[in-house]
């Protein structure tokens, strides 16, 4: 009788390997696909583990969560809308100190009125310089300005920093941008109808839509608007106290616009939500379009 002096190396079967990694060796397998996955692809489940493509299809089965007003529930999410326009008023005013007589002539909120109700030809919103109706809400008042120039600006980011958030997530960012937006350009198209001559900068518009934003949701919430609401009453007696300084139609354009759209947002029936979600802004786009059309129709026919 003899015997085999070298043990077996063990079974001739191959050892399993990941299906996404196959050079990674494994024994674990998804729970629900039963294919191996190494650490890398292995996702926690509530019982064992499983791959990358069965959590991807199963997160579509799961219902997502929505704020009462609709949105797709961020509320650990960065609020992206609100940082990125702190960061565009930013730069822009890093802008107007290295150029600021360029930016304000070329960008600033300016109907295109001289002195004495004169038309500048080719120059200002009735010259066909539209843009200046956006462009003039990111600007501020250069350092080179003095008094309250610096004031102005790190207050309306310190309102947007606070304001913006909350509402951000609630809303949803593309609705919280049409907010935004609207507030701004409410402003400018006041500005625009009442004062053509006045050269107007800042946020402040899109700012007191969003006061007036934050009110109105948080009042059909349950909120509490009593601090909001003292904030807001403040900056209005500061508004018509200096205006020499402050343009109130920014404020009050701004304030009117942001409450209508958040009247829409917030009291839209919830069968036809996505309908009014679009169709607000829109129509305040459109009304928007039109008073400066027929602002810069008599501007430029001479009949104010």
């Keep these: 009788m003899s015997t085999d002096p070298t043990p077996s190396s063990g079974s001739d079967t191959p050892v399993p390997t990941c ?25 926690d489940a509530a019982v064992g583990h499983q791959c990358v493509e069965c959590v991807a299809e199963g997160n579509k089965s799961v219902r997502q969560t929505r704020t009462r007003l609709g949105a797709r529930d961020r509320r650990d999410a960065t609020p992206v809308v609100t940082y990125s326009l702190v960061g565009l008023c930013v730069l822009v005013y890093l802008a107007e100190i290295v150029w600021p007589a360029r930016m304000i002539s070329e960008f600033a909120m300016w109907g295109g009125v001289g002195r004495f109700d004169v038309l500048v030809p080719d120059a200002g919103v009735a010259g066909g310089e539209w843009y200046r109706l956006v462009t ?33 997530r609630e809303l949803g960012r593309v609705r919280f941008l049409a907010l935004y937006m609207a507030g701004g350009l409410g402003g400018s198209v006041l500005t625009y109808l009442v004062a053509p001559d006045q050269v107007g900068v800042g946020a402040s518009g899109a700012i007191f839509g969003l006061f007036a934003a934050f009110f109105v949701i948080g009042r059909k919430l349950g909120g509490e608007v009593g601090p909001i ?32 759209l958040a009247v829409a947002y917030a009291y839209a029936p919830e069968a036809r939500r996505k309908i009014v979600n679009v169709a607000a802004p829109v129509i305040i786009l459109v009304v928007f379009a039109a008073l400066v059309v027929v602002k810069t129709s008599q501007l430029t026919s001479g009949t104010v």
């Design 136 to 168: 003039g809400t990111f600007l501020h008042e250069p350092l080179s300005a003095g008094g309250f120039a610096l004031t102005h600006i790190l207050f309306n980011m310190w309102a947007l920093w606070l304001l913006g958030p909350p509402l951000e």
């Design 229 to 260: 609401l003292f904030i807001l009453v403040l900056n209005l007696v500061i508004t018509f106290s200096w205006t020499s300084k402050i343009s109130w139609q920014a404020h009050i354009g701004g304030l009117v616009a942001g409450a209508l």
């Design 19 to 43: 299906y996404r990694h196959p050079g990674r060796e494994t024994y674990v397998r998804c729970t629900r696909c039963d294919r191996y996955i190494c650490p890398e692809c292995m996702r």
